[in-house]
T-cell receptor, first 113, second 112 residues
Framework: DQQVKQNSPSLSVQEGRISILNCDYTNSMFDYFLWYKKYPAEGPTFLISISSIKDKNEDGRFTVFLNKSAKHLSLHIVPSQPGDSAVYFC????????????FGRGTSLIVHP | EAQVTQNPRYLITVTGKKLTVTCSQNMNHEYMSWYRQDPGLGLRQIYYSMNVEATDKGDVPEGYKVSRKEKRNFPLILESPSPNQTSLYFCASYSSGANVLTFGAGSRLTVL
């Protein structure tokens, strides 16, 4: 039973356009959400996070939106660049679980020049 | 440089031959964890450790063992590897201050 779902295994976007990666969760106890980025032959690296007390967090070209009522979060990348091509993992955690995250299955983003 | 180091990075072995994948972190993190990544299945947790001598099963612990005798090291042991353990393995440690996992570069294991 997946508690964190990324329903799109892949996404293809033109350079300069917006990339939107989606993530849904089922556990209402989750209160901290993260996105990790993974390049081939490397380990995942932390990209951006958001606490449940916020609905938006922005870091440069990356913005994460949280809709708690819908149990949905999304990562927006604007503008997309070829170097953004990677697998993106959504993760969620609870303060009671010592912030140990549960991961989604990942979305492979390809940004075409 | 703060990092998680895994060895070996690549390994081809045969069914039943015991192997150990080492993991070491230099950040004094209490929490460490092992994941495997398989196509279409994302990152699945194998085992984790909240501190020295404290380990617990994750989502897919069958066929694996771990130990945590010292804070910096968290080896993953495959006593009798089987082909279904062919996968990409990641070790990670956790910073409670930053609420972020730091991953190693990965170990690609093939069991023939």
């Amino acid at each position: 039973d997946q508690q964190v779902k990324q329903n799109s295994p892949s996404l293809s976007v033109q350079e300069g356009r917006i990339s939107i990666l989606n993530c849904d969760y089922t556990n209402s106890m989750f209160d901290y959400f993260l996105w990790y980025k993974k390049y081939p032959a490397e380990g995942p690296t932390f990209l951006i996070s958001i606490s449940s007390i916020k609905d938006k967090n922005e870091d440069g070209r990356f913005t994460v939106f949280l809709n708690k009522s819908a149990k949905h979060l999304s990562l927006h990348i604007v503008p997309s660049q070829p170097g953004d091509s990677a697998v993106y993992f959504c993760a969620a955690s609870t303060a009671g679980g010592s912030y140990i995250p549960t991961f989604g299955r990942g979305t492979s983003l390809i940004v075409h020049p | 440089e703060a990092q998680v180091t895994q060895n070996p990075r690549y390994l081809i072995t045969v069914t039943g031959k015991k192997l150990t994948v080492t993991c070491s972190q230099n950040m004094n993190h209490e929490y460490m964890s092992w994941y495997r990544q398989d196509p279409g299945l994302g990152l699945r947790q194998i085992y984790y450790s909240m501190n020295v001598e404290a380990t617990d099963k994750g989502d897919v612990p069958e066929g694996y063992k771990v130990s945590r005798k010292e804070k910096r090291n968290f080896p993953l042991i495959l006593e009798s590897p089987s082909p279904n353990q062919t996968s990409l393995y990641f070790c990670a440690s956790y910073s409670s201050g930053a609420n972020v996992l730091t991953f190693g570069a990965g170990s690609r294991l093939t069991v023939l």
